[in-house]
């Protein structure tokens, strides 16, 4: 059964940084695309940001530039650096598969609020 932990959220004033880490049970070594996705209350679950194996990353148009997602397959971890964050950013951010498999983790909750 594949577990995926997410952690390093919290809350932080617009402007403030910070850098999420999702670990997997299994190796992602293998897994061609990995990714993180949030979900705001009352919002769908939205894709942020994607890596390849070999490095090439996307992302949704409103963190351009100010995210940075980076995988390390040795560590089957997938990290997400945020900085110059705003209210809106404010959600549970959670790493998966893209496109994302069954097993989700717990999530981290992000809020961004002076």
């Known amino acids: 059964q594949v577990r995926l932990v997410e952690s390093g959220g919290g809350l932080v004033k617009p402007g403030g940084s910070l850098r999420l880490s999702c670990v997997r049970s299994?190796?992602?070594?293998?897994?061609?695309?990995m990714g993180w996705y949030r979900q705001a209350p009352g919002k769908q679950r939205e894709w942020v940001a994607s890596?390849?194996?070999?490095?090439?990353?996307n992302y949704v148009d409103s963190v351009k530039g100010r995210f940075t997602i980076s995988r390390d397959n040795a560590e089957n971890t997938v990290y997400l650096e945020m900085n110059s964050l705003k209210p809106e950013d404010t959600a549970v951010y959670y790493c998966n598969t893209v496109p994302w498999g069954a097993v989700w983790g717990q999530g981290t909750q992000v809020t961004v609020s002076s």
């Open positions: 299994g190796s992602i070594a293998s897994i061609y695309v």
């Open positions: 890596i390849t194996r070999g490095g090439n990353t």
